[in-house]
């Protein structure tokens, strides 16, 4: 019924402006699709079934996002819990806030703390005034559009409006008639309301500077957060400022400062501007951020924004410039909001703060919030790198200095100052994004200072056992470390350093000491997963891996079984689920569906064994099935837009490899896809016959010449290009050959 309801949009469908097309709510609610039907429904979903979006006001990889806060989990937005599998169960029963906060995740899980700083709070005499600061109150009118958040509070009555700048955020309320409106400004605030999930400073000074401005230097997590503060609106008459402790006013000082803020001593702190309004006045908050100086947060505000308006003037045609470099035709209305609302989530990490780190003093690229880079790096950090190139250039140049000043390269880079906490997760990830880089020609980096790092960091943490015993547990290290060493060895190679080359080339092939007999991966522990979900990630050497595995049909009837063909519906888990429920679900082996990512590329497993039809089969499911344009429209954590971004890959028929010069061509549902790419080429993808039931591939050609390879090289793409795909409903063997291997062909 899904499939005709959408089929019978495509006739009455007329495109629309981009930005128009996309609903931040998408993710921000637990999932609210139908239930998953026929293939799709044999999949089973372990981990939590929400997006963990949020609806704030951000640019397209920009350093601020701002939103209203409820303390939920994990982005500090939201009426939920802690949730680390099933269906999240709701820590308030509607939608609560205390004011609007800055720096958020983006559809991650365990986070917890570490964002939601500096809460502006607008408050009134007649609920309390300063008092109140803390209270939560109803959220009413939610709207959202990208570079911009509006809302209006119970009680209160106040409008809220939020929009963003390079580093910084302007707030505008609009409040009732009121003997004294007040702006309070919690410096002091951070993480969310969960078990170990607020954040508080470690040493903190703010101080009142003029009437209307304020500045504070609050250390949060190692992290130095400069913010400077203006307010406007206030009339002349009756107006006042204060700094405030624990809620009540500091009359007379004009700053304060703390040395060694615990639980036992902290007591929120902040600034607060209040004055008498009439109805309907509005007042304006900027707010800017440096973590490097007090000037340069004052030169980011003073640089920012002359009003509201303006602010999001500019936000909105950022946007504009970031979505427009994909245009696609035919679809449906829903398809179309779908794939734009992905595109927007892919776009919102990693946050760009050059000239900025904390951590060295020299100005530079730097890049934060790689939160879940073990996601990223298959998806959302390939579509960054093919669509904007100087990001891409910056991006890797700012991982390049982080591992020369922490000694490593990161899995997961956050706002916060220490070792790499997510090391246990994954391995390698960064050697994966270079090399992908390199692939793509990226200008402005140093090749040979990217392969001194690459095989420098190839040695920690789990690398040390893989060096020494060339098999690491948990077993999946053995493969990321493998894959690292491939990555390093294409690069070295470009630089003419074939020692290194002739090394990491060596190294890379212990990929197979990570299998068994039965050509599944060895017993061992997995990270969010089993065995199954990590046993046919695409590798550098796919043909290798077939044949050990016993040849292309046993490693097709392995692949069916871990999709389902032929299997009962699952159960998917409900609230709560029992440790019982969860083990018998582990026990299937089976796809986790698109609600994690473990086992996001395996679709495309099939491809290396010349069965582009199930792909097909299997990536049309995901696309209709786990994805909507409600706020429950996503069946698992975006994870910094890794899960949106195998939509926007998928729907317009490719998957790129992460770290390998190779584009797999899957099964695109719009008939018409262009990429606007940096270097000023237009590559075209042409479906014009696609539909739900055509949706494998019968024959392509690449600018009128017949294509007869199920894959495209980068400088396919790049040099602009035009990919016409005839659509069928019949299965078919479309071409028999193979993408690259190393046993075979270099890749």
């Known amino acids: 019924m899904l499939e005709e309801n959408r089929e019978a949009e495509r006739s009455t469908y007329e495109p629309a402006r981009p930005r128009d097309c996309v609903n931040p709510f998408i993710g ?48 500090g937005y939201g009426r939920y819990g802690k949730s680390l599998e099933g269906k999240p169960v709701p820590f308030i029963d ?72 390079p580093r910084g955020a302007v707030h505008r309320y609009t409040f009732p008639k009121s003997e004294r409106a007040s702006l309070a400004v919690d410096f002091s605030h951070g993480g969310i309301h969960i078990e170990d999930g607020r954040t508080i400073p470690l040493r903190a000074e703010f101080r009142l500077l003029g009437t209307r401005t304020a500045e504070a230097c609050v250390t949060m997590e190692g992290l130095p957060i400069r913010a400077a503060v203006e307010v406007h609106g206030f009339g002349p008459a009756d107006f006042e400022s204060s700094l405030w402790v624990a809620g009540e006013p500091l009359t007379g000082e004009r700053e304060k400062s703390y040395d060694y803020i615990r639980e036992s001593n902290y007591q929120p702190f902040g600034v607060v501007f209040s004055g008498p309004t009439e109805e309907g006045q509005v007042v304006e908050v900027h707010v800017a951020f440096s973590f490097r100086s007090r000037q340069q947060a004052w030169r980011s505000l003073s640089g920012g924004a002359r009003d509201f308006d303006s602010a999001r003037t500019v936000t909105e045609s950022c946007w504009d410039d970031k979505l427009g470099r994909i245009d696609v035709s035919g679809g449906t209305e829903t ?18 703060a050059n000239d900025e780190s ?42 390049l200095t982080v591992v020369e000043m922490e000694g490593n390269f990161p899995i997961g880079y956050r706002l916060a100052r220490g070792y790499d906490r997510f090391a246990h997760q994954a391995s390698a990830l960064a050697h994966v994004v270079i090399a992908d880089a390199f692939n793509r020609g990226l200008e402005g980096i140093d090749w040979d200072r990217a392969v001194t790092m690459m095989w420098k960091d190839a040695g920690r943490a789990y690398g040390e056992a893989f060096l020494q015993d060339g098999v690491v547990h948990p077993i999946t290290h053995t ?41 599944l991966l060895r017993e061992s522990t997995y990270y969010e997963g089993t065995l199954w979900n990590y046993s046919f990630r695409l590798l550098h050497d796919m043909a290798g891996r077939i044949a050990l595995h016993g040849g292309d049909e046993k490693f097709v009837a392995d692949l069916d079984r871990f999709f389902g063909f032929g299997a ?30 473990p086992d996001m590329e395996v679709p495309y497993a099939y491809v290396y064994a010349g069965r582009h039809d199930r792909t097909c089969e299997i990536v049309r499911a995901g696309m209709a099935q786990m994805y909507g344009d409600s706020p429950g429209g996503m069946v698992g954590n975006d994870d910094s837009g890794a899960m949106s971004s195998w939509y926007v890959w998928n729907a317009i028929g490719l998957f790129p490899v992460a770290g390998q010069n190779v584009y797999l061509i899957g099964s695109p549902i719009f008939t018409r896809s262009q990429l606007r790419l940096g270097n000023g080429s237009i590559f075209t993808i042409e479906a014009p016959e696609t539909s739900a039931e055509r949706k494998y591939v019968a024959s392509a050609t690449l600018n009128g010449k017949p294509l007869q390879r199920p894959y495209l090289r980068w400088q396919d793409i790049a040099a602009g290009a035009t990919l016409h795909l005839e659509m069928t409903a019949k299965r078919t063997a479309w071409t028999t050959k193979r993408p690259p291997s190393v046993s075979v062909n270099e890749c």
């Open 335 to 352: 398809e179309r909001r779908v794939f734009y609302s992905a595109l927007y989530h892919s776009l919102i990490k990693p946050c760009e």
């Open 94 to 165: 509607r939608m609560l806030v205390s004011g609007f906060t800055h720096f958020q995740p983006s559809g991650v899980g365990a986070i917890r703390k570490y964002y939601n700083y500096c809460r502006v709070t607008p408050l009134t005499a007649e609920i309390g005034g300063l008092g109140a600061l803390g209270t939560a109150w109803e959220v009413l009118d939610e709207q959202a559009s990208p570079g911009y958040y509006a809302c209006r509070l119970d009680k209160s009555g106040i409008r809220a409006e939020i929009t963003v700048t």
């Open 358 to 399: 904390p951590f060295w003093p020299w100005d530079g690229p730097f890049y934060f919030d790689f939160s879940t880079m073990w996601d990223m790096y298959k998806t959302q950090l390939p579509l960054v790198l093919s669509l904007f190139p100087q990001h891409g250039a910056d991006l890797i140049n700012s991982m």
């Open 568 to 597: 009962p519906d699952v159960s998917i888990p409900g609230r709560q689920p029992s440790a019982e429920e969860m083990a018998e679900g582990y026990a299937l082996g089976r796809f986790e569906g698109l609600n994690n990512e």
């Open 28 to 75: 921000t609610e637990p999932v609210d699709l139908p239930p998953p039907t026929g293939l799709a429904a044999k999949w089973w979903w372990p981990k939590p079934q929400v997006g963990n979006t949020h609806p704030g006001a951000c640019r397209p990889m920009g350093t601020v996002s701002a939103t209203a806060y409820t303390g939920g989990y994990p982005t």
């Open 479 to 519: 493969l990321d470390l493998a894959y690292g060493c491939y990555c390093t060895a294409q690069v070295a190679q470009s630089i003419g350093d074939d020692a290194t080359a002739t090394k990491m080339m060596r190294l890379a092939g212990r990929w197979s000491n990570a299998y068994d007999d039965n050509g």
